[in-house]
């Protein structure tokens, strides 16, 4: 008897991660995570009153959001160091920034945005969530960077150094958009535009790159 599966849009599917290429760096693997990575969204909007209706809520202005995306890295390399403390790094740099406070490239007083690097998650090949049918195959963030309010804590002894992050994302114009029109994110998916379908940011690196190191201090 023939039998045909249930049509669901459900779109399970391990990502894997490659950070930079915003500020020159290039786009090198991530490294594993612990769990999922969270895409975190909240709209903002000013609630309007009227006394006529006491306290209730009677419509709502859009302001904006804020964009956040939140994972457990598992690995201690200098692309990981370098994702959870932007400033003490130059670029071109392979020196152990990790400790520093700030640079002369990036001393204080820079704006986040200018050490926020392009960060992109790809979905495993025929997983769910790389179908057509069903989820974001790669999803592009243009400016990410350690959120301000993430106390990033770094286990040292003698179990696996998990640490868990939240990477604010900035609003940006890439390369696919046309005027005024910024954006936290661009997606491949069911949805994909054609302008962002030519878009030299879905272009990822063909294999695992990993800076070489010149300081295990760092």
Known sequence: ???TPLSQNFA???YQMWWGSAQGIGGVFGGLCEGVRMLNRTSISQAQQSDLYGKSDIDAV????QVAV????????LTTRRMIWPYGYETPDTTNGFGKVATAARPLGTLNT???EEFTLVAVSG???DSAA???SKIIFGLACISPDTEVGILLGNEQRDIPVVFKIYPCLMSSDVGNTPRWFMYAGPNLLANEAADPAVTLPPKRTVPTEVS???
């Open 134 to 136: 069903g989820g974001l």
């Open 114 to 116: 200018r050490v926020a």
């Open 62 to 65: 859009f302001q904006g959001g």
């Open 12 to 14: 399970p599917g391990h």
């Open 127 to 129: 997983t769910p969530a």
């Open 216 to 218: 295990k201090n760092g």
């Open 70 to 77: 939140a994972m457990t890295l598992k690995e201690w390399s």
């Open 1 to 3: 008897m023939a039998t």
